[in-house]
C-alpha cells in the first residue's frame, strides 16, 4: 500500500521544511568563529598575526609535559607577570568564548587572577579562587570553596559571552559560572590582560605559571563545544 500525506500534511509539509532550513541557517550564521589562537610555540603570535605582549619581565618559553603528552613549548611567568592582548576586531558583537590552557602555582592569597577585562583598572574580572573559578562584578567576594587543584596540574578554563549577555564559566569542562553580569564586567574593552592581578588594592591576587594555549572566538561555544 503506498502513502499518501493527507491534505493536511502536504498543506504543513513545506512550512516545517522551511522552519528547519531557517533554523539550520540561524544556526550556522552563529557559529562561533575562531579568531585568534596562541599555542605559544617559542612565539608569542598567532597565525592570524595577533600578537600578545608581556606584563613584566622573566616570561620564558620552556619544554613541559601538557596533558600526559611528550614535552612542548609552553610560556612561563613568575608571580606578578602576564600577557596583554589588543580585542580589535576579536569579538564585533560582545559575544565572544576565550579559552585557556594554563597551570598556576599557589599564590600568596586564594584569589588568583586569569583574566582582566578593564585594563589593570578596576577588580572586576575572571578567578581563581580556592581552586574554583569566580566572576567578579566590582570588589573582592569570598571564594566559592572549592577543592584546590594541584600545584603544576594543567587544567582547561573557557569563559563565554552570549548576545544575551550570558556569562558561563567552565572549569576541565565543568560548568561552574552562569549570571548575566552587571554592565561593563566580562565585556571586551581595548585591551584583554592575563593572569596579572589589576592596580587595585591588594594587587597581589596573581601567582606563577606558564600557558600552553589560549583561543579566542567571535560567539559563546555551546558546553558540547
Known sequence: MTYRPSRLARAVMPAVVACAAM?????????????????????????????????????????????????????????????????????????????????????TTARRKLLDFAGGTADAGLYLCDGELLLESSTASPCPGGPGLPDDGYVQVVLTRDAMDNVRGYLDGAQQISEVPAAGVAEFGSELRFFRDDNVLPMDEHAAGAVARIRIYDDALSPEE
Open 23 to 107: 533554523a539550520a541557517l540561524a544556526a550556522s550564521a552563529h557559529a562561533a568563529s575562531l579568531q585568534a589562537d596562541f599555542h605559544f610555540n617559542d612565539t608569542r603570535e598567532a597565525p592570524s598575526g595577533q600578537q600578545m605582549s608581556d606584563i613584566g619581565s622573566g616570561n620564558e618559553f620552556a619544554d613541559e609535559r601538557v596533558d600526559g603528552e611528550p614535552p612542548r613549548p609552553v610560556l612561563t611567568f613568575p608571580s606578578g607577570n602576564g600577557l596583554s592582548l589588543p580585542t580589535d576586531g576579536l569579538a564585533p558583537s560582545g559575544s565572544y568564548s576565550v579559552v585557556m590552557l594554563l597551570r598556576l602555582e599557589t599564590g
